[in-house]
Nanobody, 119 residues
Framework: QAQLVESGGGLVQPGGSLRLSCAAS????????MNWLRQAPGKELEWISDISGGAGYTAYADSVKGRFTISRDNAKNMLYLQMNSLKVEDTAVYYC????????????RGQGTQVTVSS
C-alpha cells in the first residue's frame, strides 16, 4: 500500500532551522515527482516546492524561495525539506505529496507534521 510519512516538525524560534523528512513506500518513488505543501491555521493548502524524480528540477513558491531547499534520496525512498531563516508566518502543518502540482488533485499525501515558529 502506498504511503507517505512526514517527520521532523517541532517548535523553533524565528530565524532558526528545521529539516523535514518524508518516508515513501509502496510505489516507484525514484520516478515520481514529489512536493511539499503546507496549511496554516485558517488558510488554504499551499504548494511550496517540488522536485522531479531524478532531482534535476526543483521549484519553489516565492514565499520560501532562498530559504527552503527540497532534496531527495532515491536509494532510501526519502524526501527532505531544509528550512532556514524561519519566520512566524511559516507556522503550518507541512505535508509531502506525490504527483504534479498542475494536476487537479494529489496522487498521495501524508498526514503532515506540525511546524511552529515562535519566540
Amino acid at each position: 500500500q502506498a504511503q507517505l510519512v512526514e517527520s521532523g516538525g517541532g517548535l523553533v524560534q524565528p530565524g532558526g532551522s528545521l529539516r523535514l523528512s518524508c518516508a515513501a513506500s509502496g510505489f516507484r518513488f525514484g520516478i515520481s515527482p514529489m512536493n511539499w505543501l503546507r496549511q496554516a491555521p485558517g488558510k488554504e493548502l499551499e504548494w511550496i516546492s517540488d522536485i522531479s524524480g531524478g532531482a534535476g528540477y526543483t521549484a519553489y513558491a516565492d514565499s520560501v524561495k532562498g530559504r527552503f531547499t527540497i532534496s531527495r534520496d532515491n536509494a532510501k525512498n526519502m524526501l527532505y525539506l531544509q528550512m532556514n531563516s524561519l519566520k512566524v508566518e511559516d507556522t503550518a502543518v507541512y505535508y509531502c505529496a506525490k504527483g504534479s502540482r498542475y494536476a487537479s488533485t494529489w496522487d498521495l499525501r501524508g498526514q503532515g507534521t506540525q511546524v511552529t515558529v515562535s519566540s
